[in-house]
C-alpha cells in the first residue's frame, strides 16, 4: 500500500487544524460535533473526487465514533500513556484508511 504525501498533509490539516473544541471534546458524547468534524474532514478530500471523500468520511465516522469514546475514558481514568497510544492507534488506522481507499478507487 502506498499513500502520497499529499493524502498525509491532507489529513493533518482536516483532523487536527480544523477541528474545533468543540469538535474535539463533544464527539465522544454527542453525534453532532462528530458528523460535523467527519463533514469537513471528507470536504477536505474532496480533490480527489467525491466517491473518495464519501469513502474517506464514512470510514473516519467510524473509527472516530469508536476511539473517541475508548480516549475519553482513558483521560478520564488519567491513564495519559495508554491515551496517548490510542490516539497514536487511531492516527495508524486512519492512515491504513486512506492507503486501502486510495488503492481501491
Known amino acids: 500500500m502506498n499513500i502520497p504525501l499529499s493524502l498525509i498533509i491532507t489529513h493533518f490539516i482536516a483532523d487536527f487544524v480544523l477541528q474545533n473544541d468543540w469538535m474535539a471534546h463533544g464527539k465522544s458524547k454527542r453525534f453532532a460535533p462528530l458528523f460535523i468534524h ?11 473526487g467525491l466517491k473518495f471523500a464519501v469513502f474517506t468520511g464514512i470510514l473516519h465516522f467510524i473509527v472516530d465514533f469508536v476511539t473517541s469514546r475508548i480516549n475519553i475514558q482513558l483521560w478520564n481514568l488519567q491513564s495519559k500513556h495508554w491515551f496517548f ?3 497514536g492507534l487511531d492516527q495508524l488506522v486512519h492512515y491504513v484508511c486512506l492507503a486501502a481507499v486510495f488503492n481501491l478507487i
Open 38 to 48: 467527519c463533514l469537513i474532514y471528507s470536504s477536505c478530500f474532496l480533490l480527489w
Open 85 to 87: 497510544v490510542s490516539i
